[in-house]
């Protein structure tokens, strides 16, 4: 069953009960590598944080599959990334994108010839309750980590081409959510699909909240899929 609609008349099943385990926050760890776009990172960022801020459950914090370290975005900012990988300490696992028409130079090619990260996500995919969220052309990295498969998903509009090529099942929204995996269109997509994922753990009610708190409007579709 799928349903897709705007985001300004969404479905019962996106006011449904918090999502949150009882016995601790809403833990969401942001993957950072070089290359990656600044805004896939910092956009969802915002909309945790904005969240923690006003007194909700939420824990975050920005990750690398390898060392802990210094990292250099897309256009050149410097992140300094403290914690390493441990998808056993997450709830939700943020996979942005960056470099995809840059198949020489830094960023989600890098990753998969590297071979490191497709690896990890692809373990971190077998984890009980854990929800892999791909923005951007994240999605094409989880895609080659071997974790889509026949999936609803979209990515940036870009890229599509290139994972319907591949069999991936494209849907052509800003976010889709599949249960365990979420995935948000091009880079200000992100935050939608970030807002998403505090709907779906503290009601609408909240992600309106945030929502004015950014003073950022969602737009397009959400495609939910079940069963």
Not at 2 to 8: P, S
Not at 47 to 58: E, H, K, Q, S, Y
Not at 86 to 95: G, L, N, T, W
């Amino acid at each position: 069953m799928t349903e897709a609609n705007r985001w300004g008349a969404a479905p019962s099943s996106m006011g449904s009960a918090p999502r949150v385990r009882g016995d601790h926050p809403l833990r969401v760890h942001i993957v950072v590598f070089d290359g990656v776009e600044e805004l896939d990172v910092f956009g969802p960022l915002q909309v945790f944080g904005a969240t923690a801020a006003m007194g909700l459950p939420v824990e975050f914090r920005l990750v690398t599959g390898g060392r802990p370290g210094p990292v250099r975005a897309r256009f050149g900012t410097r992140i300094d990334v403290p914690h390493s990988w441990d998808p056993s300490q997450a709830d939700v696992i943020a996979v942005p994108g960056g470099g995809f028409r840059l198949k020489d130079g830094p960023g989600i090619w890098a990753e998969i010839e590297d071979g490191r990260l497709p690896r990890l996500l692809r373990e971190a995919a077998a984890h009980e309750r854990l929800t892999l969220y791909g923005l951007c052309t994240g999605v094409v990295l989880l895609h080659e980590a071997g974790v889509i498969g026949n999936r609803p998903c979209t990515t940036h509009i870009g890229a599509r081409s290139y994972l319907r090529d591949r069999g991936a099942d494209v849907r052509d929204a800003r976010v889709v959510d599949d249960g365990a995996l979420v995935s948000a269109g091009g880079v200000s997509a992100g935050i939608d699909g970030a807002l998403r994922l505090v709907e779906r753990a503290f009601g609408s009610g909240t992600a309106a909240r945030t929502e004015r708190y950014l003073e950022f409007e969602r737009r397009g579709t959400v495609v939910v899929t079940s069963g």
